[in-house]
């Protein structure tokens, strides 16, 4: 296989350097332009590729990895573990997606605060200022427009800011509500709360940011951990073994998958689970 490979890339090197001279030429000749390296068609096979990696969703590639192991080991389970797969793969971008809504959120209410405190300070009234902050930062969200409306025309602002702060990542405006109230019904400087909360905010995001970094190592090591099992089913097949029919196959195989697929599941589970609970323990 090794050998299979060099020669393979000592073929493709070989192509594209003999048309490298004629492509130079054709390229001058035609006016210059940038020149390329590689065989012909490779920026092209770079774009299809680009466009089938943006609409092919992440989890269906469980699926396709399943597909090509049921036609390898001539077994449909691989096919089944692909399909089980899609969900659990889905759930799991979906996790993620939602988590990056989050820290964006809760990076737009640290920047109303700031631009906020930059308003007032500079001489306009709270509810003049809460305006041009809140459309620069959008640190509202959806629920711009209800306090937008309540601070032009003499509503509850900091009611308003207290509904907007359920949104996930935005649990921030409940501090700027509580800022707001104290401003207005005591007459307290709103700008110097402002700024305490936005240290705060910020002070909070930065050490979420520090953890995060900390647990990366041990996230990195359980996927490589979770790897190994494909890349010993590669070394068997490199070694002239067929460990897909030995274990799709045979019933001491379907066994030892089986054990090793609970066991992989269980020990994933557990290691996410002990770092989401480091992430969201309180400080």
Do not use: K
């Not at 509500?177 to 705060?200: F, I, S, T, Y």
């Amino acid at each position: 296989m090794g050998t299979a490979t060099v020669c393979l890339g000592a073929a493709a090197w070989l192509l594209g350097g003999r048309r490298a001279g004629a492509r130079r030429a054709r390229l001058l000749l035609a006016g210059g332009g940038p020149v390329g390296s590689g065989p012909p068609g490779w920026p092209r096979m770079i774009r299809a590729w680009g466009y089938i990696r943006g609409r092919l969703r992440a989890e269906w590639w469980a699926l396709a990895a399943g597909t090509v192991l049921a036609l390898l080991g001539t077994s449909v389970l691989p096919l089944v573990a692909g399909a089980v797969g899609v969900p659990l793969l889905r759930r799991v971008r979906l996790a993620a997606g939602e988590r990056r809504v989050r820290e964006r959120r809760n990076d737009a209410v640290i920047a109303l605060c700031g631009a906020l405190a930059g308003e007032v300070r500079a001489g306009r009234q709270p509810g003049a200022a809460l305006s041009p902050a809140a459309r620069d930062s959008g640190g509202l969200g959806d629920a711009q427009a209800t306090v937008l409306a309540a601070a032009r025309f003499g509503g509850d602002v900091p009611d308003g800011l207290a509904v907007a702060a359920r949104q996930p990542g935005a649990e921030g405006l409940r501090g700027l509500a509580a800022c707001w109230r104290v401003a207005v019904d005591q007459g307290a400087g709103l700008a110097a709360g402002l700024d305490r909360l936005e240290a705060a905010l910020r002070a909070e995001r930065d050490q979420r940011a520090d953890l995060r970094a900390q647990l990366a190592g041990a996230r990195a090591t359980a996927v490589m951990l979770a790897g190994l099992p494909a890349l010993g089913l590669g070394l068997g097949a490199a070694l002239g073994a067929d460990p897909l029919h030995i274990l799709l196959h045979t019933p001491s195989g379907l066994g030892c998958l089986v054990a090793g697929g609970v066991l992989e599941g269980l020990g994933l589970w557990w290691v996410l689970r002990i770092m989401r609970g480091a992430e969201e323990a309180p400080t």
